[in-house]
Structures are given as structure tokens and as C-alpha cells.
């Protein structure tokens, strides 16, 4: 029901670029897998899959016709040495439209100098090309554009001096802690996960007492709630982004925008009123699962190598918590300064909450109807 | 060539867009945009295919046309003219790979029928591949009946002017005459001369052909808009403003709203440009337009159309060919819109070996400015005087 919202909300897709397959080329010793992402609107072409001729590929026509749609590319791509069989099917949305995900593997290990012929649609479309990426591990990505017209392409193993050769360039290998970067700058610049985070921390220099919200005497006594709710986003976000990451679990981002939106007007509203039955630690770990898919979201972007998928994880999700601790810390900092403020529990915890709440359902409206209302 | 893709300036930009007054588009437009479609039910739709002006249904018969009659110049030559227009209306060069491909029974240029090869070197040169359109069109025109295809000629004489070739161009558009075409010939000498510094006896070529009551609205639109370019380039902006603002009075037209557009936006008038490209189907060309319209004017779309151009330029550029093909836009937008001027340059100047047009002229002239280099500028000034384009505008700059 989910996937199916998505798919209606992103079901147009216009293009305006020359046709493109996408193959990903994983090479192992021995073995090779590979994923073919063809465009369904170019199959369509080639196969007529448009059997109720109604303008739409519905998911129905597109599994009656993969086996016509597998043979067809099968028969158009052979690479030197190596017996490709199936091992999977798939679909995939892209800026341009739906792609049937064709996955391969082989027995084989690829040569230095793999020749590949590559012929899809050459009869259909000759301004269509293959772009494919070669990973070796522990080498930089060798990316080849196929041409069907040419009977094969010899795709040379790239090195730093041979950057602009015609067949394959080498792509710049990521530095070491590259995407420890991008994950600090991911949660600087995540403005929703920064709400919400502070939204939780506006009454953690307070206790809840009978009499309403008091200021607590010493900083640890603050500083214990605020890292248990630290703790607790961290561990549910993690999960939920390692999740997504592995692609184990996949929710489309219409759905999971909207839904940090929500967690941001709870969290806000719970500092007001009291709405959770449960501890507040309890509600940060449900609410941090969502916040983690939002993370996994950028990742598709950042290319992890497959290679050392795990140890670039690791250092996004540390980046991460670096520039959580680093919000953190600054905000607690000067909420404690202020707490025996008079006016605290009025202005910071109910004017601040009422802020975010309107903040969060202005992003709500924007993320659900994708009509643009904010500067952030 | 490796495209100059500056993934540093997309984070930076980033951060600038959230802090700046700008409207952000969640998702969708994400770059390199994809996730994985899990569908439950056999009725639920994947894909909605393309259908432009034609329905889906008059798609197939053209299709079922072709693949049925697969010797059939006259029935290949139609439907990809058809593929050809659709290209044009949506922007979308897929069509143009379709047309390409119906043409292909006949891939030997010495024997294919006289309108698949004209109809291929126009193609060639929809997608940019100059070189092979001039080809094409040359072999055709050598045939025994060559000197009286005056759209082939007209066709030969526009991308030799593209190139920069203006002499060629000039013995082309006299061949058009010879064809017997008076009217396109004239114009066609017109443009060259005007390129060329011939200002005024250009001008009054073109004003006495629109004196002509009689003439096709497509004719009277093509003969404005080349004297509506004729006074940009000239400096005078009135004359330019009321020979566009006719243009449009006469219908649509995609090319000169873009060339409106960019003179509007140079003028200082970028609100203006955004009100001309509105309906316009948003092509590359005209996206490219509003993004910088929209970015000078502060306007309410401008960030959505900034990040939509920034990813068609990022998927674009998966093919490591692409900055040749779209190296003036790309160039245009690292100007403009990235304030990048070292890789504006280096955009500009892969263009100007593909085409060279006063606005790819125009692009280097102001990259070269904007990046100080002065072997840069010297280069940008060297290439114009080796053309001969008289443009005050790159005089402005250089």
C-alpha cells in the first residue's frame, strides 16, 4: 500500500536525455556479478510490453513479458570469458522512469582488459548507450560507455595518468574518511533531525515534577536524561540506516519525509502537554528508527563502494553522532545557563515547542503535497 | 573529455540554499535519483509511458508501419519525421534516437533514397554531431539532382554557419538560389552578412523580405528572429526588443523565446524572461533560462529549477562524452549559477570546437573574463577575429 503511494505520487517521469542502460560490474576472483538496469520505456519499444495498449506498464504486463525482456538482453551482451546466467530480477525508479533491474553472475574472473559486446537496441535506438562501472576490490571504478553500434568495446584498466582515456577512466578513489565527512555534514544541514533533537533536549535541564517542569540543581543531573535520549536515537537510527543501507528494508521517501515531520510535532507537543504514556527515552528510540531512514536516503548519492560498504557505513553513521554530539552539546550548554530563567518554562519550553510544532507542520504540508512553502 | 563535475560546490550549494531565501524540493529531485519500486499487485502501474501530441495508439501503428514494411523509404522517412517533431515538442532526444533508428535499413550513405539522407543529416544535427551532418549532406548534394534540393542546401548553409564556416556557408546559400528559393536564399546571405559586421545592408534584406505581405507565418518568424539577433548583436536594444516581442506575437516558438530570454536577461530583465519561457516546454535550453532568470530575479521557482537543470546536467554527464554535447548550457550554468568560472572555461572551451555560434562566443568571451586567465582572454579574442563575428556584446566583455 506504501510502495504503491509512492509509486503514484512519482509515476510520471519525464526525460530529456538520449536513452542510458546502467550496468554495475562487480568483479571477485573467480566470480563476477552484475546488475543490467534497463529502461522500461525502451523495452517497450523493442517488446511491445504495453500488451493492453492503455499507456501504462502495469506490474502485471511487465512480469508476463520478463522472460521475453530477459532473453532479449541476454542475447545483446556478451563479455569475453565469462557465461553470464540469472540470479535475479528487480525494479528500479529513476529520474527518467522505471528500469527493469536485471542481476547476473558468472563463474568467471573478469580480465584485466575485459571485451565487451554490447548490442542492446542497436536496431531500436543508436543513440543509446551501456554506462558501465567495473569495481575490482580495492581499485578506483572503471567507468566504459558501450556503444551498440561498435561490435565490442575493450575496456582499458584505468590509472591516474590515463584520466581522460577514451574507453575507461578511472573515477578519483574516495580519501580515507571521506564519508565520515559527509556524515557530519549530513546532520549539520539536516534541519528536521536537528529539530527534533533540540525539541527533546528543551526540557532535559528541567525535571518533571508534580508542581510542572523545575530546574534541575546540577549539569549531570541534566546530563543523564539528555544521554539517554542521545543513546536512544543513536541505536534506533543506526539500525534503520544500516537497514536501509543493505536495502534490506526499503521505504520510499514520500512516506518517511512527511513522517519526521510528524515526529517533530510530537515531540514538540509532548513538551507541552503530555501525550506519551511511556518514558520520553522509550519515544525517542521509536521516532529515531524513522529519522534513520531519512538518513539512508542520502546514501544512494554518496556511491559506497560495495567493497568496503561496511567500513564507509561505519564512518557515516560516526560522522553522524560526531555532529549530533557536537548540536548537543552546544544546545544543553546553554539551556542549562538559562533554566532558572523565570520565563523558561513559557518561552523556551512552550515557545520554542509551538515554533518547532509550526515549523514541522509547514514541512509536513510541503513534503506531502511537494508544493515548496520554506527556505530550508 | 572528462566532464568538470564539482561535487564540492554541490555540497556548498547545498548549505546555500537551505540558509538562503529559496524553495526546496524534497526527493524527487534527488540527483541520481533511485530506489527500489516493490510492487504487490498485478494492476499497479510501473510506468506511465510518453505519449506527446500523438496518442499511444497512433505510436504503434507507426511502429507496427515500420517493422512491416521494412524497405519502405516513403513509410520510414514519415514516421520518423513524426519521431523527429516529437523530439522537438518534448525535448526529449529519445525520439530523435527513434527516428535515427528507422532510417536504419539504408545505412550506407552513397545508396539511401535522397530524403532518408537528408532527413538523417537533419538528425545528425538535432543531436549535435555536426561533422557528419555537413557529411551527409554533401554526398547528397553531389548527386546528379543535388542542385535542386534547396532545403538540403538551406540545411548545409545553417550548420555551416553553426561552425563558424561562413564562406562555405555563403557559396550554400547561394546554391539555394540557384535551387531556385530567392526569399531563402536572400535571408540566408542575410545572416552570414550580418555575423560578418554587413550590418546595415542586412538589415534592410531583412526588412524588405518582411515587407512582403504574402509570407509564410514560419518564413516571417525565421526572418525576425535573425533581425532581432542581428540588433542584439548590434547594441540596439529597442530594435531587438520589438523585432522578439513580433516574433512571439505571430505563435509559439521555442527558439526564439530561449533567444527573447537570454536577451531579456543580459538587458537586465530577468522577471520578464521568466514570463516569455512560462508555457514553453521546459527543454534543456529553456530549463537552463529559468534557472538563471530565476536565480537574478529571486523568484519562487528558481531554486526548484536550479536543482532540476543540476541534475539533468549530473545525469547527463554519466556519459563521459556529455559535456561535449551540452557544453554551452553547462558552461552557462557554471557561470552563472555556480560561480565557477576555471570549470565555465574549461565547458566553453570544448564547445566552441563543436559549435560556434556568437552566443558560444558570447559563453567563452565570459568565462574567459570572469576566470582573469589572459591567455584566455587572448584565446577568446584570437578565435573571434579569426571568424570574423561582429558581436558588440563580446566586444563588452573582451
Known sequence: MIACVGVLVTGLASAHKSSDAYLQ???????????????????????????????????????????????????????????????????????????????????????????????????????????????????????????????????????????????????????????????????????????????????????????????????????????GIITAFTVAH??????????????????????????????????????????R???????????????????????????????????????????????????????????????????VIRGGSMVAMLIAALWFIERTTNVPLMPF | MRCPYDRSVRSRTRRAWALAAGLFVVALSQPGFAEPITPTRDDEIVEVLPAASGTRD??????????????DAAVAVMVARRYLARAREAGDPRFAGLALAALHPWPDATTAPDDVLLLRATLQQYLHDFDASVASLRLLLARPEGEHMAQAWLTLATVLRVQGRYAESDEACRRVGLAGVQVYSSACFAENAALRGEVESARKTFETLLANPRLPTATQ???????????????????????????????????????????????????????????????????????????????????????????????????????????????????????????ALELARGNVELQREAIDLLVLAEAARASGEADAIDEARRLKATLGVYDRRIDAVL
Open chain 1, 25 to 227: 560490474l562487480d568483479a571477485a576472483p573467480n566470480h563476477l556479478t552484475l546488475r543490467w538496469d534497463i529502461a522500461l520505456r525502451d523495452l517497450d519499444v523493442a517488446l511491445d510490453l504495453d500488451t493492453d495498449a492503455d499507456g501504462k506498464l502495469s506490474w502485471g504486463e511487465v512480469k508476463t513479458a520478463w522472460p521475453a525482456i530477459e532473453s532479449y538482453a541476454m542475447a545483446r551482451l556478451a563479455i569475453d570469458g565469462c557465461e553470464l546466467r540469472t540470479t535475479g530480477r528487480g525494479l528500479e525508479r529513476r529520474n527518467d522512469g522505471a528500469y527493469a533491474v536485471l542481476y547476473l553472475a558468472s563463474d568467471c574472473t573478469l580480465s584485466r582488459q575485459p571485451v565487451i559486446a554490447y548490442t542492446l537496441f542497436a536496431d531500436v535506438d543508436p543513440t543509446h548507450r551501456g554506462i558501465a562501472k567495473i569495481q575490482r576490490p580495492g581499485q578506483p571504478i572503471v567507468l566504459s560507455m558501450l556503444d551498440p553500434s561498435k561490435a565490442s568495446t575493450s575496456t582499458e584498466p584505468a590509472s591516474a595518468a590515463n584520466a581522460s582515456a577514451p574507453a575507461g577512466i578511472a573515477i578519483r578513489p574516495p580519501s580515507r574518511w571521506q564519508f565520515l565527512g559527509e556524515g557530519i555534514r549530513h546532520i549539520l544541514t539536516g534541519y528536521d533531525h536537528v529539530l527534533f533533537l533540540l525539541c527533546l533536549l528543551l526540557p532535559a535541564v528541567m525535571r518533571r515534577t508534580r508542581e510542572g517542569w523545575r530546574p534541575v540543581d546540577k549539569l549531570s543531573e541534566a546530563i543523564l536524561p539528555v544521554l
Open chain 1, 238 to 279: 543506526s539500525i534503520t540506516l544500516g537497514l536501509a543501507a543493505l536495502k534490506l528494508v526499503s521505504l520510499p521517501s514520500s512516506f518517511i519525509e512527511p513522517a519526521i515531520a510528524v515526529t517533530i510535532m510530537l515531540a514538540a507537543l509532548d513538551n507541552v502537554w503530555r501525550v506519551f504514556p511511556v518514558r
Open chain 1, 281 to 347: 527515552i522509550v519515544v525517542t528510540f521509536c521516532f529515531g528508527l524513522i529519522h534513520g531512514f531519512g538518513f539512508a536516503s542520502v546514501l544512494s548519492e554518496l556511491n559506497l563502494p560495495t567493497a568496503d560498504f561496511a567500513w564507509a557505513l561505519l564512518q557515516f553513521n560516526v560522522g553522524l553522532e560526531m555532529g549530533q554530539l557536537l548540536i548537543v552539546g552546544v544546545a544543553t550548554a546553554a539551556l542549562f545557563s538559562v533554566r532558572d530563567w523565570k520565563r523558561y518554562r513559557q518561552i
Open chain 2, 58 to 71: 497512433e505510436d504503434r501503428r507507426l511502429r507496427k508501419l515500420v517493422r512491416g514494411r521494412p524497405g
Open chain 2, 221 to 343: 518568424g525565421w526572418l525576425l528572429t535573425s533581425l532581432a539577433e542581428l540588433e542584439t548583436r548590434d547594441g540596439h536594444a529597442a530594435s531587438a526588443d520589438a523585432a522578439f516581442r513580433s516574433v512571439l506575437r505571430l505563435g509559439p516558438d521555442a527558439y526564439a523565446a530561449v533567444d527573447y530570454a537570454d536577451f531579456l536577461i543580459d538587458q537586465g530583465r530577468p522577471s520578464e524572461a521568466l514570463k516569455v519561457l512560462k508555457d514553453e516546454t521546459r527543454t534543456d535550453a529553456v530549463l537552463l533560462r529559468l534557472a538563471i532568470a530565476g536565480t537574478r530575479a529571486s523568484a519562487a521557482t528558481a531554486t526548484r529549477d536550479v536543482a532540476e537543470m543540476r541534475d539533468r546536467i549530473a545525469l547527463a554527464d554519466q556519459r563521459p562524452d556529455a559535456c561535449k554535447f551540452h557544453g554551452r548550457e553547462q558552461a552557462m550554468f557554471a557561470l552563472a549559477i555556480d560561480h565557477a568560472p576555471a570549470r
